[in-house]
């Protein structure tokens, strides 16, 4: 019988892997058929080849499946890094942001990632990067915008003095 092959397989492998990470669910079969190869007489760096995971994470599964069978197998919460503000700030934050920076003792003309960060460094003693601000923004739902230039809001007939080339009237 001819063996069968996928189309781009190293992609569609990376595909698969990514679909078994994203659900909590798939993790668990994931694990459990890790263990179940060991349980069949294959080695932890052969089921980590076969699987796509590496040799200590397969010893780790049937470490934890040892000491407590098919709950070991289940994830614990994942707490992560705390955050900085508490969510009484987040929101006094979202109220200073809907007034002017100079309202708030910045002196911006528009709230913007460095001004945000300097008012959270003044009122709160937190230090934020600018980037983690301008995600700040499009939390609370603002949009980025800039300033209009001081030349479009300037005479026409000086705009016009400004201009490299002068417009062609057309012929009516």
């Keep these: ?25 798939s993790r668990y079969h994931h694990r459990l ?25 397969v010893e780790y599964w049937v470490r ?3 000491e407590s069978g ?8 994942r707490s992560g890094r705390p955050r900085r503000l508490n969510d009484k700030q987040l929101w006094e934050i979202n109220s200073a942001l809907r007034q002017p920076p100079e309202a708030a003792g910045i002196p911006r003309g528009l709230w913007d990632g460095k001004g945000l960060a300097a008012f959270i460094k ?13 995600y700040m ?9 800039k300033p209009r230039p001081l ?11 400004y201009k490299k080339t002068p417009r062609v009237r057309s012929r009516s």
């Design 1 to 25: 019988m001819k063996p069968l092959t996928i189309a781009d397989a190293s992609t569609i492998v990376l595909g698969l892997q990514d679909e078994i990470r994203r659900s909590e669910e």
């Design 70 to 77: 098919l709950a070991g197998f289940v994830e614990g919460e």
């Design 33 to 57: 058929h890790g263990v179940l190869l060991v349980a069949q007489g294959m080695s932890c760096p052969e089921v980590s080849r076969l699987l796509g995971d590496s040799p200590r994470t």
């Design 122 to 134: 003044k009122r709160y003693g937190v230090t934020l990067g600018v980037r983690q601000c301008q």
């Design 151 to 161: 030349i479009a809001r300037a005479d026409p007939e000086l705009q016009e003095a």
């Design 64 to 66: 934890r499946f040892e």
């Design 137 to 145: 923004f499009k939390s609370f739902g603002f949009r980025r915008r």
